[in-house]
């Protein structure tokens, strides 16, 4: 029942039976989204249900919060009514060693660095607790994280929804389990995708009897959020687990900022699984997805991923994964998009508010831009040089805007919808015009190519198998040995 998520607007609930009922669940979900509480299912509170979010209901968090405050300005005496709660609510364990196992983990990341991760995830809960967790590798655990698709005997309202939505949900204390929708882009480095540090740290709160917070700062706010230079925990999650465990038994509480935990140990250079075929290895990015793509005037393909970039030849092999930096002194690792243009040769990067324009290897003057300041999107998903316009353009979510390179404004009569791209999906990690003629969209495993003289999608498909141009010409061998 702790599993209950907001399922009861695709089916009958099984817990929420009259309109009253619903006009509650509907203000406990205003309250801790920061909404306007009228308990009333309006449009902003259709769109907030729609963000990428831990699928734990939020129906006690209110009540956990508002005791951990009262708990602050009134002391201990109202510790065993805080106690009494918490026996009814999430619960907790009552030991202070407790045993973790990594079940399962998505193919594309190699095992030392979903280990480091998870580890550190637990680690942050330690570190400002008395509580200890070692790794169990195979046999009983107390908490156990696992990756499952879809409907996975949670319930139909617990059933994983592929990307976005619901990202992972967790029990309750002692049921000790976590999970995670295999079906997400799980990342361990800053870019694109999901991270799966921030996630399972998250998780992890629920498996130790933490409710949902409405701390927006709060690793327990129920929203996915990026690693920043902030601290991982709140002030109101190291309250939370201090109220149910304590201090650390012995010196005190460690946090350190969440860019820390942006990279775990770089990955081998070769596809994790290790293959190797006729002594040529399968580069990385083939299994995985990237950051952004583009290509230059020898038809050179550039793919970006974290720290790295691949050059992939017009022939269709790729080098070696060669840190950004060789090349691009000051670009920073998980750009959001890369566009190589045409009409002046530079490289043009974008990542958050900023771009970054080189010549060759050189930054020009002025650069980095605050490019958000001349309403250029933040974070944009990709961006391409457009022969039909002469700009570059760049595309956010269901819009897309066109953009001079010369000034880096924004061209009047822009954002436009991207339905002008008939065909193209909203969020594409990257986009190119190839020599064939036609502009390709990417996003994960899939591409789309689209007819610039039609103005539509004409193909879609798997870029790894099926553009020998994109430089994996051998992960078809190399995945049947999977
Ligand atoms: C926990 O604290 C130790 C030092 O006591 C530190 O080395 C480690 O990085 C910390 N881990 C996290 C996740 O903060
Ligand atoms: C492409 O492969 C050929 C033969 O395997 C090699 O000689 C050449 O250097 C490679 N080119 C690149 C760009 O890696
Ligand atoms: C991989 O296999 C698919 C079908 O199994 C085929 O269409 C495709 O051409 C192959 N790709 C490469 C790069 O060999």
């Keep these: 029942i702790f599993l209950e998520k907001y399922g009861y607007f695709e089916e009958p609930a099984p817990r ?4 009253a009922q619903f006009r509650a669940a509907v203000r406990e979900f205003q309250w801790v989204t920061h909404l306007p509480v009228s308990g009333v299912l309006d449009a902003s509170t259709v769109h907030q249900m729609s963000l990428p979010r831990c ?18 300005f009134s002391g201990r005496r109202a510790e065993a009514r805080r106690r009494r709660r918490y026996a009814q609510q999430g619960g907790k364990w009552y030991k202070r060693h407790l045993s973790y196992r990594i079940v399962n983990w998505p193919w594309y990341l190699p095992q030392h660095q979903v280990q480091l ?32 698709h879809g409907d996975h005997n949670d319930g139909l309202g617990n059933a994983f929804d592929g990307p976005g939505g619901a990202l992972a ?9 976590a999970h995670f929708d295999s079906d997400e882009r799980w990342s361990l480095q800053s870019g694109k995708g999901r991270n799966l540090f921030i996630v399972a740290a ?10 949902h917070s409405p701390v927006k700062s709060a690793l327990m706010s129920p929203y996915y959020k990026k690693l920043s230079k902030d601290f991982v925990l709140s002030w109101d999650d190291i309250l939370a687990v201090q109220n149910l465990y304590g201090k650390p038994s012995k010196g005190s509480a460690v946090q350190l900022p969440g860019k ?29 997805f990237f950051d952004a793509i583009t290509v230059d005037a020898d038809h050179n393909l550039y793919i970006f991923k974290g720290n790295h970039y ?9 080098t070696e994964p060669q840190p950004l930096q060789t090349r691009w002194a000051g670009l920073p690792a998980g750009i959001d998009a890369a566009t190589w243009s045409e009409a002046d040769g530079k490289f043009y990067f974008f990542k958050g508010g900023r771009c970054w324009r080189y010549k060759g290897s050189t930054l020009e003057a002025g650069f980095p831009q605050k490019c958000s300041a001349s309403n250029l999107p933040r974070h944009p998903n990709a961006a391409l040089y457009f022969q ?25 009569y822009y954002p436009r919808s991207l339905r002008d791209w008939n065909g193209v999906p909203a969020e594409v990690n990257g986009a190119l015009t190839h020599h064939d003629g036609f502009v390709y969209f990417f996003q994960d495993d899939q591409y789309w190519k689209f007819d610039q003289g039609k103005l539509q999608v004409v193909v879609t498909g798997k870029w790894a198998t099926q553009l020998p141009w994109m430089g994996c010409w051998d992960v078809n061998s190399s995945r049947t040995l999977l």
């Design 260 to 288: 820390v935990f942006a990279h775990f140990q770089d990955w081998s250079h070769t596809f994790p699984g290790g293959t190797q075929q006729q002594g040529r290895h399968v580069s990385y990015y083939c299994h995985s």
């Design 169 to 177: 949900h967790a029990f309750f204390p002692r049921r000790g389990e």
């Design 388 to 412: 039909q316009l002469h700009h570059l353009v760049l595309f956010k979510g269901p819009k897309y805007y066109v953009v001079s390179e010369e000034t880096l404004q924004v061209e009047p």
């Design 310 to 318: 691949w050059l992939v030849s017009k022939r269709g092999n790729a």
């Design 202 to 211: 998250h998780e992890i709160g629920h498996t130790l009897g933490l409710e």
């Design 16 to 19: 929420i039976h009259s309109p």
């Design 117 to 148: 991760a998870v580890k550190a995830a637990f680690e942050l809960w330690s570190n400002v607790s008395s509580l200890v967790f070692w790794e169990a590798q195979d046999g009983p655990a107390d908490i156990r994280l696992t990756f499952f």
């Design 55 to 72: 699928g734990v209901n939020d129906a006690e968090s209110h009540t956990a919060w508002a005791e951990r405050v009262r708990a602050v």
